[in-house]
């Protein structure tokens, strides 16, 4: 089983609004990463988590808050959005950091209004 | 520093071959993968290749590296209208966790 899972497929939200993004493995993975994907670019690092453990963060603004609760689980919490950070939200996993194969979910396709 | 580029779009007969090209700066890149994107899906990987290696084939994807020029390339084989995607080439140094990816090739498919 080499699939990740991320909850919701679609979100809508205003500026004022919280949400949260989520990811899920079960593949016994221990590092797992966000990446956003603006329309027709590539994806960029945002955070990486290792041993549920945050590594990374790519310079990410604050009102981007990263949370792993346990090795399976990967959380992106939302507040205070702009809209320019419609985008699609990718995660990833891999057995560790800096091992070879990062696997990605289907993202979450985010719209700010 | 690091840096991948990729042709932007690649138009290709229905039971061709496809190659799509990759070329990236940084020598020390240990890693080098190929993904793929359908519409308004996520990233699959589709193969990877250690910088070791000069060829890697699987079924009807070969990949191809030449260190000395740092160019990578993926063929595949009998493209399909499945195959009808964005494909980004990436690279990563043995030890580090991020991914550096190319502006990613649409391949499209003509009947």
């Known amino acids: 089983d080499t699939e990740v899972t991320q909850t919701p497929k679609h979100l809508v939200m205003g500026m004022t609004n919280k949400k949260s993004l989520k990811c899920e493995q079960h593949?016994?993975?221990?590092?797992m990463y966000w990446y956003k994907q603006k329309a027709k670019k590539p994806p960029e690092l945002m955070f990486v988590y290792s041993y549920e453990k945050l590594s990374i963060n790519e310079s990410v603004p604050s009102r981007f808050s990263p949370e792993c609760p346990n090795s399976s689980l990967l959380n992106l919490h939302l507040h205070a959005l702009q809209p320019e950070d419609s985008a699609l939200y990718l995660c990833a996993s891999s057995q560790g950091e800096g091992t070879e194969t990062q696997y990605f979910g289907p993202g979450t396709r985010l719209l700010v209004l | 520093g690091e840096d991948v580029e990729q042709s932007l779009f690649l138009s290709v007969r229905e039971g061709d071959s496809s190659v799509i090209n990759c070329t990236y700066t940084?020598?020390?890149?240990?890693?080098l993968y190929w993904y793929k994107q359908e519409p308004g899906a996520g990233l699959q990987l589709l193969t990877y290749?250690?910088?070791?290696?000069d060829m890697k084939q699987d079924q009807r994807l070969t990949v191809l590296l030449n260190k000395k020029d740092k160019h990578l390339s993926l063929r595949i084989a009998d493209t399909q209208t499945g195959d009808s995607a964005i494909y980004f080439c990436?690279?990563?140094?043995?030890?580090?966790?991020?991914?550096?990816f190319g502006s990613g090739t649409r391949l499209s498919i003509r009947p």
């Open positions: 593949m016994g993975h221990r590092a």
């Open positions: 290749i250690f910088s070791n290696m």
């Open positions: 940084d020598s020390s890149s240990t890693y």
């Open positions: 990436a690279e990563r140094h043995s030890s580090a966790s991020k991914i550096i």
